[in-house]
RNA sequence: GGCUCCUUCGUCUAGUGGUCCAGGACGUCUGGUUCUCAUCCAGAAAAUCGCGGGUUCGACUCCCGCAGGAGUCACCA
């Protein structure tokens, strides 16, 4: 039975760097139909955020992450919150006493800070267990008779060499000067995570072990400790960092690594964000890029994952969320993306109402739209679909069609086709449009093409370049449906208007 | 500094001794298609496989050394 966790500490957001590690976790039980455990390290009162654990259901919950045994959803290994089981970390811990292998701390911060300098100065690696005190060689019964909060108990470690094996890193080993003796059991009375984890885990039966290469470090300490207890160990699975996109510095917090969930606000969908993360630092071999969750139980193995560290790049992260958006589309229709859009934020589209009808994106126009004819409306749904790489965007994208939009002329001088002319260019190009709109008589589809067709051969330019132009000037959108149809739908006196106004704006 | 890990196009990666003068994807550039913009399609540029030795008929692939990068040395996880 395969049995993973993710243990997460409620100090704050889940971020990219670190999401990878309930990803895999539930991949690997979950292809195997085993279990995956949501326990939460709450032992460092002072670093706790409140709201925290909420943040992280949230992520797990968006992500599709569901756990079957844990914090909300109870489990027979309960209480989940490692705060709530004191208790057996003392069992554990006395043990450890009676056995010899632990001793009260009974030196003083000063002093330790003292040793530590010392040590510096002489050049020689700092070890508590250099300085230990002579309360270390009490016997187990005096040590038992005077522990009680506000003394931390130690583990008695023994120098000596450990070999390992690492289901992702490999045959691992290290020389005896990395061990020593961790604290086990802080002066509050709750355990440091290097012991809590281990009877945790040793108690819920987890059989994998998956968290970041940065415990590697204290492998040595954790198996002491596992030898001391006289318990099997899991298997370790260690993962790679993901690097920030600049510098070679590991993702975090520090460096301004994005809360996963404030992507669900950006309009990526939790399929994309999956598929992303899961794939960066782990293949299978193939020349596959996409992966429902479905698929990736398929064909996700520890063994494929890789031992480097990965960079992380939002640009391929929204490349995806683009093929992902379109799938769900051709699949589910606009409704099943509208739901994503809603949960999130709704601010400039209509609420939803009692019983829409949800395959029709239209009913979600803001109401201003409804003063277009409803051709047009259309032609902006599919256009707006067709172009959409981030959910969010499809409120943005509401203004530039339905609401009156704000003149930025950074929009036509940046444009990739107009940056090549000049401003004055542009103006007389607008100019030109103008006089010749002005004199058309039947102002419709038909004769705005024919207008705009006759344009193109008198200025000589490409289409690209003409219509970019004009297309920005009248709705200040990158992209819009037809140019006729949207002359035709907003008339002769507002098309003129605004590419009035985008002439006095070059001129400022 | 000690210890440990890592090192293939800008980025994510394929590659387990010959089929690799290194393949795919993102990004970039060019062209085509669709009503002009997104998509889509085609093509291009892009990695002396970190460096130096060795083993071998033959190495990106095995071994050794070096360099660079990262992680870790808490009553944090």
Same mark, same amino acid.
């Given at each position: 039975?395969?049995?993973?966790?993710?243990?997460?500490?409620?100090?704050?957001?889940?971020?990219?760097?670190?999401?990878?590690?309930?990803?895999?976790?539930?991949?690997?039980?979950?292809?195997?139909?085993?279990?995956?455990?949501?326990?939460?390290?709450?032992?460092?009162?002072?670093?706790?955020?409140?709201?925290?654990?909420?943040?992280?259901?949230?992520? %797990?919950?968006?992500?599709?992450?569901?756990?079957?045994?844990?914090?909300?959803?109870?489990?027979?290994?309960?209480?989940?919150?490692?705060?709530?089981?004191?208790?057996?970390?003392?069992?554990?811990?006395?043990?450890?006493?009676?056995?010899?292998?632990?001793?009260?701390?009974?030196?003083?911060? /000063?002093?330790? &800070?003292?040793?530590?300098?010392?040590?510096?100065?002489?050049?020689?690696?700092?070890?508590?267990?250099?300085?230990?005190?002579?309360?270390?060689?009490?016997?187990?019964?005096?040590?038992?008779?005077?522990?009680?909060?506000?003394?931390?108990?130690?583990?008695?470690? /023994?120098?000596?060499?450990?070999?390992?094996?690492?289901?992702?890193?490999?045959?691992?080993?290290?020389?005896? /000067?990395?061990?020593?003796?961790?604290?086990?059991?802080?002066?509050?009375?709750?355990?440091?995570?290097?012991?809590?984890?281990?009877?945790?885990?040793?108690?819920?039966?987890?059989?994998?072990?998956?968290?970041?290469?940065?415990?590697?470090?204290?492998?040595?300490?954790?198996?002491?400790?596992?030898?001391?207890? $006289?318990?099997?160990?899991?298997?370790?699975?260690?993962?790679?960092?993901?690097?920030?996109?600049?510098?070679?510095?590991?993702?975090?917090?520090?460096?301004?690594?994005?809360?996963?969930?404030?992507?669900?606000?950006?309009?990526?969908?939790?399929?994309?964000?999956?598929?992303?993360?899961?794939? %960066?630092?782990?293949?299978?071999?193939?020349?596959?890029?996409?992966?429902?969750?479905?698929?990736?139980?398929?064909?996700?193995?520890?063994?494929?994952?890789?031992?480097?560290?990965?960079?992380?790049?939002?640009?391929?992260?929204?490349?995806?969320?683009?093929?992902?958006?379109?799938?769900?589309?051709?699949?589910?229709?606009?409704?099943?993306?509208?739901?994503?859009?809603?949960?999130?934020?709704?601010?400039?589209?209509?609420?939803?109402?009692?019983?829409?009808?949800?395959?029709?994106?239209?009913?979600?126009?803001?109401?201003?739209?409804?003063?277009?004819?409803? /051709? +047009?409306?259309?032609?902006?749904?599919?256009?707006?679909?067709?172009?959409?790489?981030?959910?969010?965007?499809?409120?943005?994208?509401? =203004? +530039?069609?339905? $609401?009156?939009?704000?003149?930025?002329?950074?929009?036509?001088?940046? &444009?990739?086709? #107009?940056?090549?002319?000049?401003?004055?260019?542009?103006?007389?190009?607008?100019?030109?449009? @103008?006089?010749?709109?002005?004199?058309?008589?039947?102002?419709?589809?038909?004769?705005?093409?024919?207008?705009?067709?006759?344009?193109?051969?008198?200025?000589?330019?490409?289409?690209?370049?003409?219509?970019?132009?004009?297309?920005?000037?009248?709705? +200040?959108?990158?992209?819009?449906?037809?140019?006729?149809? =949207?002359?035709? @739908?907003?008339?002769?006196?507002?098309?003129?208007?605004? #590419?009035?106004?985008?002439?006095?704006?070059?001129?400022?």
């Amino acid at each position: 039975m395969t049995t993973t966790r993710f243990a997460p500490s409620p100090t704050g957001y889940i971020h990219i760097g670190n999401v990878r590690s309930a990803i895999y976790p539930y991949l690997i039980a979950k292809q195997k139909n085993g279990t995956f455990i949501l326990r939460i390290e709450d032992t460092d009162r002072a670093r706790y955020v409140d709201g925290a654990t909420n943040l992280i259901l949230e992520t %797990l919950t968006w992500l599709g992450l569901a756990w079957n045994e844990g914090i909300i959803v109870g489990g027979k290994h309960g209480p989940y919150y490692q705060s709530e089981r004191k208790e057996i970390y003392h069992k554990w811990a006395k043990k450890l006493i009676e056995s010899g292998r632990a001793y009260l701390d009974t030196t003083s911060s /000063e002093q330790i &800070n003292g040793y530590r300098k010392a040590d510096n100065v002489k050049k020689v690696p700092y070890l508590y267990r250099n300085h230990r005190p002579k309360e270390a060689d009490l016997s187990p019964e005096e040590i038992l008779k005077l522990w009680h909060e506000g003394i931390p108990l130690r583990f008695k470690s /023994e120098p000596k060499n450990y070999e390992w094996h690492d289901e992702v890193m490999g045959d691992l080993k290290t020389g005896p /000067e990395v061990l020593d003796d961790i604290i086990l059991i802080k002066a509050d009375g709750l355990p440091t995570y290097n012991f809590a984890h281990i009877i945790d885990d040793y108690e819920m039966n987890v059989t994998h072990i998956v968290r970041g290469v940065e415990y590697l470090s204290s492998m040595p300490n954790y198996l002491a400790i596992y030898e001391a207890l $006289e318990i099997n160990h899991p298997k370790f699975v260690s993962l790679p960092h993901v690097l920030a996109p600049q510098g070679n510095k590991k993702l975090s917090k520090r460096d301004g690594a994005k809360s996963v969930i404030d992507y669900k606000d950006d309009g990526v969908l939790p399929e994309a964000m999956l598929n992303y993360l899961a794939c %960066l630092g782990w293949n299978d071999g193939t020349e596959r890029e996409i992966y429902s969750k479905e698929e990736l139980l398929k064909s996700f193995s520890i063994d494929r994952i890789q031992n480097s560290s990965a960079r992380f790049d939002e640009t391929k992260l929204l490349w995806q969320n683009g093929q992902w958006l379109r799938k769900i589309f051709d699949e589910q229709g606009a409704g099943a993306l509208y739901d994503r859009t809603i949960s999130s934020d709704s601010a400039s589209l209509k609420s939803h109402d009692s019983n829409p009808d949800r395959d029709n994106l239209v009913n979600f126009w803001p109401e201003s739209a409804k003063n277009y004819p409803e /051709e +047009y409306q259309k032609s902006v749904l599919s256009i707006i679909y067709d172009r959409l790489k981030v959910l969010s965007d499809l409120r943005e994208m509401t =203004t +530039y069609f339905f $609401e009156d939009p704000e003149i930025n002329v950074d929009m036509i001088i940046d &444009n990739r086709f #107009l940056k090549k002319l000049s401003e004055d260019e542009l103006e007389d190009l607008l100019k030109q449009t @103008v006089e010749k709109l002005s004199d058309l008589e039947n102002w419709n589809e038909d004769t705005l093409q024919s207008a705009l067709n006759s344009l193109l051969e008198e200025t000589g330019k490409k289409p690209a370049e003409l219509f970019s132009l004009i297309r920005i000037a009248l709705s +200040y959108a990158p992209f819009s449906p037809a140019l006729n149809l =949207t002359m035709a @739908v907003l008339g002769k006196e507002r098309s003129l208007a605004r #590419l009035n106004q985008a002439i006095t704006a070059l001129n400022n």
